[in-house]
């Protein structure tokens, strides 16, 4: 399908941007990556009648040092928060979530701010912010505010963020310096939203002991997640083998009754050389040689060519023809 028409605005600044935006009283969109929002277009899933390009506004993009969080702007694409060496010693967790994201393609245009403003809650980037308790930084006609992760997602698409606001960066928490974390995804392709994902991070003291461990599972349905702590790792537990180690082997089954009972089905007739050999070459006739024999020949050749038995699989030797013209031949003679 192609999209409802619209009226294409390419913001100077961000005055400029917050200003187009409130003069179309929440029917503009704001187009970052266009990787979320296009595809709704196409459908026609919305239909603004104006979209705000954000892509000719200087400092929106970049990924900073901002004390005890990482600012990350809203215009820094997927990749870039993905492979930044800052977001990975900072915040293993966000690079781990990202690299589920789509494909690379996607990641290279996709941006860490319209992906958190589209608010699907099947998408990495708005669970793992969820997780991490990290900030949204929103501009607008009143100024600048600070929307926490866990008050910014409200439900299917929906956010707090207001129709002339625009979402300007996000403050992501530093974790611990000995944080270990993991990534699990359901999914039914790699790069598809995940049905369920999970996301776990626990602090090891010097010793190597789990001295805070956390996780989160966002499901497919809402932006609900589990407890920060579970059940089954406490403080002080030594933590668990390595990724690779070797597990132990399992005992192997023993045979159930109805596979060693169960008898072996005859063996099938071998079918190879069904088609009557080229005289004097000893070769089956492929398909335009056959159309081309004649019916003497095709009746002669074709009583000579050994049949495998159905109960031994082996080949019997060609039993002797008699003698004569066929009944085609016959016919062709008399008339």
């Not at 980037?125 to 600048?144: F, H, K, M, N, Q």
Request: aromatic share 2%.
């Amino acid at each position: 399908m192609k999209p409802a028409p619209f009226e294409y605005v390419r913001a100077r600044d961000l005055d400029h941007a917050v200003a187009v935006l409130a003069e179309h009283g929440g029917d503009a969109k704001v187009l970052a990556g266009g990787q979320s929002l296009v595809p709704l277009l196409a459908m026609r899933l919305t239909q603004p009648t104006a979209l705000v390009d954000l892509a000719g506004i200087d400092g929106l993009a970049g990924v900073t040092d901002d004390g005890t969080h990482v600012r990350i702007g809203a215009m820094t694409r997927t990749r870039t928060v993905e492979t930044d060496p800052l977001v990975a010693a900072a915040v293993p967790l966000l690079p781990a979530a990202l690299r589920h994201v789509g494909h690379v393609t996607i990641r290279n245009r996709g941006t860490a701010g319209g992906s958190t403003a589209h608010a699907d809650p099947a998408a990495e980037l708005p669970a793992v912010l969820r997780a991490l308790d990290a900030e949204i930084l929103a501009t607008g006609p009143a100024g600048s505010r600070t929307i926490p992760a866990a008050a910014f997602f409200e439900g299917f698409l929906q956010t707090a963020l207001a129709p002339d606001e625009v979402l300007t960066a996000l403050r992501v928490p530093k974790q611990a310096p000995a944080t270990r974390v993991a990534v699990e995804e359901l999914a039914r392709r790699h790069g598809d939203f995940a049905l369920v994902a999970v996301f776990a991070a626990v602090r090891l003291d010097p010793a190597g002991l789990v001295a805070e461990p956390g996780s989160r599972w966002p499901g497919p349905g809402t932006f609900r997640c589990g407890p920060r702590r579970p059940s089954n790792c406490s403080p002080g537990r030594p933590r668990g083998p390595p990724r690779g180690a070797r597990r132990p082997t399992p005992s192997p089954r023993p045979p159930t009754p109805s596979t060693t009972s169960t008898p072996r089905p005859p063996t099938a007739p071998d079918r190879r050389g069904a088609h009557p050999p080229l005289p004097g070459t000893g070769r089956p006739a492929g398909r335009e040689e056959r159309r081309r024999m004649s019916p003497e020949t095709a009746a002669t050749t074709a009583a000579a060519v050994p049949v495998a038995s159905p109960s031994t699989g082996r080949r019997s030797p060609p039993t002797s023809t008699r003698a004569g013209p066929s009944r085609t031949s016959c016919a062709r003679t008399a008339g």
